[in-house]
Structure formats: C-alpha cells, structure tokens
C-alpha cells in the first residue's frame, strides 16, 4: 500500500481563530497521520482473525458493561454481530442459527413487528435489524425462523404508523424518520408486503427531506404541506393536502439519514414509475430529488488525504469509519441514479489480473467510481483496526460492534462495484411465477379493478427483478493491501451479502431466480 506523499499531508486550513471544532479537527489529522506505515513498510493487512475474535467474544463472552444502554436495540447487536461475520467471511455453525433464531423470535412483538428487547414495544429500526438478521441465520421450514415471522401482524403495525404526507412514524406515539423509512420498505420488500397503499406519498415525503445542501435531514416540518381556511381543524393531517406547498427540512444533511432516503428512493424507482407517470390529467407531479446535489454532497464528504480519505457524516464535522457505508456505500446508489454506473469490461474481453502491480495501475484508469476507493481503503485499514480486534471510528476509540460491521461493509464498498444488471434483471423477470407471488404475498390488498389489479401485480414482480438485479461488475474490483484484504461483497440497499439477499427474497415471493454461477464452463 502506497501512503500518500508528504506534499499531499497538508493540514486543513484555518482561519487564524481557534475554536474546540478546529483544534479537535487538527487533533484528529495528527493522530490519524501517526498511524500510516512508514516507508518499505510491507502492505497493511485486514486484521480479519482479530475481527473475528472480537465478534465472537461479544458473541460468546456477552457484550461489555457499556453495552447496557443498548437494551432497547438488541435485534440491532445482533445483526451488526452475524452480518459482520458474513462480510468478513466466516461461517456460522447451527448451534449459533437455532440461538438466534430462538432469541429474534421473542422479540417479536404479538400486534406485529418486532421489538429492541423482550417486553418493549414493537419499532421499525429493530423490525430492520431482526429480518436483516433472520435472513443470515434462518431458512424455510420447521425452527427456521422465516415461517414463524407473522407477515399480516407486520403489514398492519406498518400501516398503523402511516400518516397523511406518506411518512411512517417510527413506533406508535414516535416519531417520524428517514430512517424508519428505508427500515419499513426493507422490510417490505424482503417479506413480500408491497402494496400500492403502502408506498402511497412516500416518494413525495422523502422528496421533501433534502436540504439545500444535497444531502437529506431525518425529515421535514410535519403539517406543513397541510393547509385549509377551516379554522376548526383540530390538527394539520386534518385538513386538506396542498401537495404544491413548500416543505422545508427538518435538520441539516447526515450520512445516516442521506443514505436511508437515497436507498429507499432506489428501492421505490418501479413504483414511482408505474404510479407516477408523466401523464395529462396526472394530479400529482413525478416526485423529484436533486441526484448532481446529493452526488456532490457525498463526494465532498470524503476527507483529505491527510484524513486518509475517511468520510464523515456532516459538513465541517471529524472523519469516522462508519461513514465508510453510510456516505461511501450511498455514492453507488447516487450513480446508478445518474446512469452513471456502466460497465467498464466490453464483451468478450478478458478481465485483468488485479492483483499485479500492472493491474493495479489499469485499474485507477479505467475506474470511474465518483470517490477515491482507493484512499477509503487505506483509511480503514491504517486508522480503523483496533489493535485488540474490531474496528472502529478513528484512533484512539475503542472498537464496537456497530463500527465493525459499517467499516467491514464500508471496505466491501470500496473493494467491490455492485450495480443494477439489466441481464440479471431480465433472466429474473422471465422465470417469474406470478401464481406463487400471489400465494406467498403476506399482505392483503383488494385492487378496485382489474387495471389496477394487473399493475399492482406488475409492481411487485419489478420491485422483486429490480431488488434482484445487483451484481458485482467484472473487472472492477481491487483490493488495497493484496487480495488476502478481500471481504464479501454486500447488496447496496439492504446491506446483506448478496447470497443472504437472494435467498431471503426467493423464499417470500416463492419464486426461484436463475442462478447467479453457472456451471463451470457454461455462461
């Protein structure tokens, strides 16, 4: 790994005036300098039996004291722990399947979805981590776990938190949240509950939610799009829409909040086409989002090489290796967006070796990612190791399970392309059973024609090829340090391996997808 020349570790500048922000941003340069290799050191390498340790001490062991105010996100310790094995390459034995599966199924709650601990009240955010975590450890069948999830108690508890503008709260008596959001149409879309009922107004919601800066804000001014002469109205959801009525933002753009909007935005891109075309007589104008804003958002969030080329999560804020998926990982989505995610191999071409020096060298040609993968690489693997096992923020934090998986799923980011295949899309469409679709759908919904009927029918046969159609490009990848650094690939909307992916939706749709591996010499 080549460490960046001493003429590019130039110190942010400042303005002459010191403040806490300025000093701890220079701080932090400091120390994350320290940790680059020096010269004819060999090439960084993953840590990966640490990693694993760490996970499995957590695992085994039980989590540290400091983890008690996490009792309320259980389902989320969970999955960070599992899905961290998965993207770091370890299997799991069935002795740890049938625990999981035994423990996720007492959190869920008896009026549908599931809850952060035993006895708590159900929530999106760990309904998210349970079925994200369900689809690592369980299958189909007896004590599998996938059948015993109440599907139609879950459809429900989401339409119970839907409100007026097309936002969800939370949790009963919640809030509302970008990010219970994309929990919610995750979820959805692996279970096979999309209805048109359900995705009504969001994608004019999530519209709403991005700010000046290109980025989104966890949500935007409830009642405002609301108004009416009626000056009984009780509450703003009780008077009529005025869809035309600006809506400013809540808060200012964050990773956290920029990627689930991004990524519930991807997912809704069949439903927006089918239920918002550009049509005359269209009440309602095609919800639109600012893509070029929010690609120049996430791209100025990458740091300076003096930062190693971490990302950080807000404007004027420190580095921190999660952002490595929330700010890195949502780039790839922003590209797909623009068409800009194109392959770089021409048929019939012979991908190169990426593993020589030579490779290498190809690679930053032909690459046109829209950040440096490179320097998020090396970022991860100088400042984001904990010499003890796990990964973390930056030096000098202790190493957790939530910065484990978001800086392995991060550096998975960084390693691999994965985009929409319209081949894959296509041979997913053609083996499609609408028959068992129907059979195994876990929503009820009456479509008062027959022409909204079919293209009910329609939308979720495209929401299932489009979810499906992520493939990793050829030719594409590398991996800073040598191929020994290489962890799995993750699916860029849900944030599991693409074989957890698959399988999960397979099963819910009953439908029984092309292989993604032919057999050895067949293509």
């Given at each position: 790994?080549?460490?960046?020349?001493?003429?590019?570790?130039?110190?942010?500048?400042?303005?002459?005036?010191?403040?806490?922000?300025?000093?701890?941003?220079?701080?932090?340069e400091i120390t994350i300098k320290s940790h680059l290799p020096s010269s004819g050191t060999p090439q960084i390498a993953l840590q990966k039996k640490s990693h694993f340790e760490f996970l499995l001490r957590n695992l085994r062991q039980g989590l540290p004291e400091r983890y008690t105010s996490q009792d309320a996100s259980q389902p989320w310790l969970i999955y960070w722990t599992l899905h961290g094995f998965s993207i770091l390459g370890a299997g799991l034995d069935d002795q740890t399947k049938k625990r999981t599966i035994e423990t996720l199924l007492a959190l869920q709650h008896p009026d549908g979805g599931f809850a952060g601990g035993p006895g708590q009240a159900a929530h999106l955010l760990p309904t998210y981590a349970a079925i994200c975590a369900f689809a690592v450890v369980g299958r189909p069948g007896e004590g599998g776990g996938w059948d015993a999830i109440d599907r139609n108690k879950m459809y429900n508890f989401f339409m119970s938190l839907?409100?007026?503008?097309?936002?969800?709260?939370v949790s009963h008596h919640g809030e509302v949240d970008v990010r219970g959001i994309y929990c919610l149409l995750v979820v959805a879309t692996l279970l096979n509950l999309i209805t048109p009922e359900l995705l009504a107004g969001v994608p004019d919601f999530l519209a709403t939610c991005q700010t000046y800066e290109g980025g989104f804000g966890n949500a935007s001014f409830p009642g405002w799009a609301f108004g009416s002469d009626d000056t009984e109205a009780t509450t703003p959801l009780s008077s009529p829409r005025d869809p035309t009525a600006p809506r400013p933002p809540l808060g200012e753009a964050h990773g956290g909040y920029t990627f689930c909007a991004t990524a519930s935005w991807v997912l809704l891109q069949p439903f927006i086409k089918l239920y918002h075309p550009p049509v005359p007589g269209n009440p309602l104008p095609e919800p639109k989002i600012n893509t070029r804003a929010l690609l120049r958002w996430c791209v100025q969030m990458q740091g300076l090489p003096i930062e190693l080329g971490g990302f950080k999560g807000r404007t004027n804020k420190l580095v921190d290796g999660c952002y490595s998926w929330w700010v890195g990982g949502c780039v790839v989505l922003v590209e797909t967006l623009l068409g800009l995610a194109a392959p770089h191999i021409a048929a019939g071409e012979e991908p190169a070796d990426e593993h020589d020096e030579d490779s290498a060298k190809a690679w930053d040609d032909a690459d046109d990612s829209l950040f440096n993968r490179r320097a998020l690489q090396e970022y991860i693997l100088c400042a984001g190791q904990h010499p003890a096992g796990g990964l973390r923020d930056k030096p000098p934090k202790p190493a957790d399970a939530y910065h484990t998986l978001y800086c392995a799923a991060g550096l998975a980011a960084a390693q691999h392309r994965v985009v929409p295949s319209k081949a894959r899309e296509k041979a997913v469409l053609l083996t499609w059973d609408p028959v068992q679709a129907h059979a195994k759908s876990g929503a009820t919904y009456v479509s008062p024609s027959d022409v909204e009927r079919e293209t009910f029918e329609e939308l979720r046969k495209q929401m299932f090829a489009h979810a499906l159609s992520w493939s990793e490009e050829e030719g594409t990848t590398t991996y800073v340090g040598g191929a020994a650094n290489r962890v799995n690939a993750a699916h860029p909307i849900f944030n599991l391996t693409i074989t957890h992916a698959d399988g999960i939706l397979a099963h819910f749709y009953g439908q029984m997808p092309p292989s993604r591996y032919p057999p050895r010499g067949k293509k």
């Open positions: 790994m080549a460490a960046p020349r001493a003429s590019e570790m130039v110190a942010t500048p400042t303005d002459g005036y010191p403040t806490a922000t300025s000093s701890l941003q220079s701080d932090t839907k409100q007026a503008d097309g936002s969800f709260l």
